[in-house]
């Protein structure tokens, strides 16, 4: 009976307890990661081998320019060239036909002044020989300016021929050292990249060796 009495009175000290009992606050577990800043490893050689490639790089870049302003060049000097020769051609075969065109009038003024001077049956003679003059002389002349005219000609075909055989064969070159172009620019990536990282290993070498024993 004592016993029962004890019991109970142990569940009412429980009971008054857990009331006092402060309730307790979960706090959240905050889960800190810690990362780990590597600084950058500087290298020495960095500097030199960004300054040398490019002064390569740079160098191919102004072959480039410097090529294609020596084509420009020499095809504006073709077109000018070939554009002096038609005013020159045109020129002098305005001087041929004036000259021609002097021979004819003065033909005419002639056989005109020996018509007013002579009598019927002598201007009967004299229109017969100028009609034959002027034929032997439209023909001498046609023989003379058919060579003239053919060669000048020829030589219009063949200047605009050249001009246009040198445009294809520069556009031809062009497209073939563009392809050049990327393949060496491609090396010299390559090359700078390969360059670059058999410095750092010997930096990295000579660190090591020098590093302070632990």
């Known amino acids: 009976m004592a016993q029962k009495v004890i019991q109970q009175k142990e569940e009412v000290l429980k009971k008054e307890v857990n009331k006092l009992e402060v309730p307790k606050v979960e706090v959240a577990k905050v889960e800190i990661q810690k990362v780990e800043q590597q600084k950058e490893t500087s290298f020495v050689s960095d500097s030199y081998i960004e300054t040398l490639w490019g002064h390569v790089e740079g160098a191919v870049s102004r072959t480039g320019e410097l090529r294609e302003q020596s084509q420009e060049l020499y095809l504006n000097a073709i077109k000018e060239t070939t554009k002096f020769n038609g005013v020159y051609r045109k020129t002098l075969k305005g001087l041929f036909e004036q000259a021609i065109k002097l021979n004819s009038d003065f033909r005419k003024g002639f056989f005109q002044n020996s018509i007013m001077k002579t009598n019927e049956s002598a201007q009967e003679v004299t229109e017969s020989l100028k009609s034959?003059?002027?034929?032997?002389?439209?023909?001498?002349?046609?023989?003379?300016?058919t060579p003239i005219n053919a060669a000048f000609d020829l030589s219009e075909k063949a200047e605009k021929l050249f001009e246009q055989n040198c445009e294809e064969f520069i556009e031809y070159t062009n497209e073939a050292l563009n392809v050049w172009e990327a393949v060496t620019d491609n090396y010299l990536q390559q090359a700078r990249k390969t360059h670059q990282d058999i410095a750092h290993r010997l930096e990295d070498s000579l660190r090591v060796l020098v590093a302070p024993g632990k």
């Open 132 to 145: 034959q003059v002027n034929e032997a002389a439209s023909k001498l002349e046609e023989l003379y300016l």
